[in-house]
């Protein structure tokens, strides 16, 4: 099953001097045998290792097996990477993590659990959330997990361009806003925003921002317009 190579070597090197050991403090199960490879839950094939001993084997793991099975020991791997806890904190160098990233591409593409969503499936997940109600307290440890956090350049260009052309849909009539409900809290913010803008306006502190439409955009405005016109 294995590729007899060093690193199989090490595997078994780690795991034979754990049998023959008792472990004082955390200790993790690990399978000798993976059970994504027809390994079982015997005793004979279960062993405790340290945290450290255990994210080791994994790599190991993953140099030890080639063909259609090695994606699920870089999955495995790749788990182990990115949960952590407490008790299991691995210091995982940039080198590293970009390699395991790039083994596991060939593998993720078309396969199961890589989702790729259309956008009548994400039209679906989106009406499915309406209507729901968020546990109290949701937004404020939103707010708090999202404190501190920096947007890069490239991400509040984006962010920037998709606000502007929101806004446009909304004045020019391009995308109906009917039925979409703010909170008490975010009508205040909102309010608050707009008096502050048109203060500073009145004032000559800024300038008003103008917005220049295409042609489309114009069309498409005449056009929804057009529709709204009672025809008597």
């Known amino acids: ?25 955390y200790t993790e199960n690990h399978h000798v045998i993976p059970k994504s490879l027809g390994g079982s839950n015997d005793p004979d094939n ?13 790599l190991l793991l993953t140099k030890m097996i ?19 806890n407490e008790n299991r904190f691995y210091k995982v160098n940039s080198k590293l993590y970009e390699s395991l990233k790039k083994q596991c591409v060939p593998w993720n593409k078309g396969k199961k659990g890589v989702q790729i969503v259309s956008e009548e499936t994400r039209k679906k997940i989106s009406e499915s959330h309406k209507g729901k109600v968020k546990p109290e307290g949701f937004a404020e440890n939103l707010r708090k997990l999202n404190t501190g ?3 890069t350049e490239e991400t509040k260009k984006k962010l920037s361009e998709l606000g502007k052309q929101q806004y446009l849909e909304c004045r020019t009539g391009l995308k109906d806003f009917t039925g979409h409900k703010h909170s008490e809290e975010r009508k205040q913010l909102i309010s608050q925003k ?20 295409t042609p489309e955009q114009i069309a498409k405005r005449s056009k929804s317009r057009s529709k709204k016109v009672d025809i008597v």
């Open 194 to 213: 707009s008096k502050n803008y048109w203060e500073k306006v009145r004032l000559g502190l800024i300038e008003r921002k103008k917005y220049k439409m």
């Open 149 to 151: 956090k920096t947007h």
């Open 66 to 84: 080639d063909g259609h099975q090695k994606h699920k020991m870089l999955r495995a791997y790749k788990c182990m990477v990115e949960w952590q």
């Open 1 to 25: 099953m294995f590729t007899e190579n060093k690193y199989t070597k090490w595997y078994y090197q780690i795991i034979n001097n754990a049998k023959n050991r008792l472990v004082e403090g």
């Open 46 to 58: 279960l062993i405790k290792l340290t945290a450290r001993e255990h994210f080791i084997c994994h």
